[in-house]
């Protein structure tokens, strides 16, 4: 018995020592500390990877675990999967891979990432989308290819097998560009990859950071040219949204296109002149741009949530007490935002003010004593202050504003709310200091107010070219652009009058509609009334799209169910080049920031429809319209 018990206690003991030891080694475990992920260097697509031997670029590439710092350093932060070079500092986005057409390419994928990986676009140009190649957690793969046709291209991973526009959170950033460039070709570009950290894939739903090259705006820094430089861009997008990119003051020809896979260099007959470019998930574009006046720009996307701070940095609640100062600075712009700077040419005389008696005009911003829309606007004339006065009534829509091309105008923007507000003019080709970013355009010297509460600011401009553009708060308080702020700009031929029974301009906008809520808008409201016209005559359609965000807007005219033909004559206010005139189908994208004009001609009466629908969410706002026999057609009267 004894024995037993003195058995019994040795194997106690014995199993007390071993779950001492076991005890020690998890605390000796827990008290290690744990390896920080290292960060992620912004990438600015300057210095190509690998090494380039006889013809053969050798590259050798990782996926690893890093930190993002799309800000400061040490401010808001996400873990992210990123590539890097091997022996190399993680990058977001991934390493350039740029070569010359021909040149073969060697490269190793390491997977250093808990999880297994696909990697789509290593391959040659033109190539198959659904090419991708499968890399395990911990293994490393070989490729061999040729590079392709000359273009801009992207790489991408996934490690969750999505596809591009459904990647989420960490492997959000698992991307790169990958340019071909032709034989001997100048290398004398800059490569903008578009970037979104995304929780949750559904547009205004989750955390959302934005940012150009692995940085948000005004973090990543900012390009600096001179007067008469030929500018050339690389646009890629990468990110899980379409965007809409717009460049203040200047127009900018869009060389040619691509959808990750293949690319479309455009003739000089088919290039077009634009201030805003829509670029789809995967897709690519170049172009080129000539500044003439030197001052501060921006080149951003036009959709609101992305050139503002983001909110899973920014919590609302967390800038109440500081959203003053903040908006006397850079408005609070932020995300995918280039700001350029163009400095004045070497001996470049300072632009010739005119001297000639100015052409003016009032546009009048007030509250609506907390209706809805929350404000007012309304545009006078002083040399016909009937037309059009304060006894407008408040809408959705401001009034239009109609110049004339070559006639100077200074615009006095009042401003009778209680908050700050901008004016931009967009597509305008004016001076720097009136084009409405509030504390960055302009110069270092003297940068664009903003226009404060009972104050205001003259604008002046003489518009070089006739067309269709857009008056809109550039104040980054959403609430203003949802409220009205904003209206058509039109500028005629000298000696041309405004004629609005045959030129007819549609607004498609976006605001919170008393009673409904958040609504697609024509013309400032949801249900727009019939319009009558006549059949047999031409009518210009200006259609301008200044939501907030649909950037994935279509506009579709339709008769008998079935979109009819029209003449798409202008985008953005420029006129397209002959060879471009031509009839289509009428139903196309027109994204946040655009303008088309369209002629059309029905030849028969009846019944038709100008209907606007977001694709993610196709609901459909439409203005209907009856074209009737014109008086004294066929005996009718």
């Known amino acids: 018995m004894r024995r037993c018990r003195l058995s019994g206690l040795l194997i106690l003991i014995f199993e007390l020592v071993v779950c001492a030891g076991a005890f020690a080694q998890n605390m000796s475990k827990a008290s290690l500390p744990k390896v920080a992920s290292p960060e992620a260097a912004a990438n600015d697509n300057r210095t190509a990877a690998g090494e380039m031997k006889n013809n053969i670029l050798e590259l050798h590439l990782e996926m690893r675990e890093a930190v993002w710092y799309p800000e400061e350093e040490g401010g808001g932060h996400r873990d992210v999967y990123v590539f890097a070079e091997s022996g190399r500092a993680p990058q977001t986005p991934g390493p350039l891979i740029r070569v010359a057409q021909g040149t073969e390419i060697h490269a190793s994928i390491r997977n250093t990432l808990p999880l297994a990986a696909k990697i789509y676009g290593l391959h040659q140009h033109p190539g198959d989308a659904k090419d991708a190649m499968s890399v ?54 800059r490569i903008f990859v578009l970037g979104i950290w995304k929780k949750g894939n559904v547009p205004g739903d989750g955390e959302e950071i934005a940012g150009i090259n ?14 008469g430089d030929t500018i050339h861009w690389r646009v890629i997008d990468p990110s899980i949204f379409q965007h809409a990119m717009h460049l203040h003051g200047f127009f900018f020809e869009v060389d040619g296109v691509g959808n990750g896979e293949s690319f479309t260099r455009y003739s000089a007959e088919q290039r077009r002149t634009v201030v805003t470019e829509r670029i789809d998930v995967g897709h690519t574009f170049e172009l080129t741009w000539k500044p003439e006046r030197s001052g501060n720009w921006l080149f951003h996307c036009h959709m609101v949530s992305h050139m503002s701070p983001s909110e899973a940095l920014h919590p609302p609640a967390a800038n109440t007490a500081g959203a003053a100062e903040e908006h006397d600075h850079n408005i609070a712009m932020a995300g995918l935002v280039v700001g350029v700077t163009i400095l004045p040419k070497a001996g470049a005389k300072p632009a010739v003010v005119s001297t000639g008696a100015a052409r003016k005009l009032d546009l009048v911003i007030s509250d609506n004593a907390g209706k809805i829309p929350l404000y007012k606007v309304v545009v006078i004339d002083p040399a016909h202050p009937a037309v059009a006065g304060a006894e407008a009534a408040p809408s959705f829509l401001g009034p239009p504003i109609v110049l004339t091309r070559g006639e100077a105008t200074e615009i006095e923007i009042k401003n009778e709310m209680k908050e700050p507000t901008a004016i931009h003019w967009h597509g305008m080709e004016l001076e720097s200091y009136y084009d409405g970013v509030a504390g960055w355009t302009g110069s270092g010297k003297q940068t664009t107010p903003a226009i404060a509460p009972g104050g205001s600011f003259v604008a002046r401009m003489t518009p070089p070219r006739a067309g269709t553009f857009i008056y809109h708060t550039h104040w980054h308080d959403a609430g203003q652009l949802l409220n009205g702020i904003y209206g058509p700009l039109i500028v005629l031929e000298p000696g041309e009058k405004y004629d609005p029974s045959h030129d007819r301009t549609f607004v498609f906008s976006s605001g919170k509609y008393a009673p409904f809520g958040y609504l697609m808008l024509i013309n400032g409201v949801p249900e727009p009334e019939r319009v009558e016209l006549h059949s047999g005559e031409r009518y210009r359609l200006r259609m301008i799209n200044i939501t907030d965000d649909l950037v994935d807007l279509r506009v579709r005219l339709a008769s008998n169910e079935k979109p009819v033909q029209w003449k798409i004559v202008a985008k953005d206010g420029a006129d397209l ?4 005139l031509k009839f289509s189908t009428a139903d196309m994208p027109i994204t946040v920031g655009e303008t088309y004009d369209v002629e059309y001609e029905s030849k028969d009466a009846g019944e038709a429809s100008l209907q606007i629908w977001e694709v993610s969410y196709p609901t459909l706002v439409a203005v209907p319209l009856r074209f009737s026999a014109a008086v004294g057609a066929s005996g009718v009267h």
């Open 136 to 189: 395990a957690a911990g293994a490393t793969r070989e490729v061999r290819f040729t590079a392709g046709e000359p273009g801009t291209y992207l790489y991408w991973a996934t490690t969750a097998n999505h596809s591009l526009e459904d990647r989420d959170q960490a492997e959000t950033l698992l991307d790169g560009a990958f340019v071909v460039d032709a034989p001997g070709a100048k290398v004398d570009d």
């Open 577 to 580: 080049p002959a060879a471009q």
């Open 214 to 227: 692995g940085k948000a705006w005004p973090h990543g820094g900012n390009l600096t040219y001179t007067a």
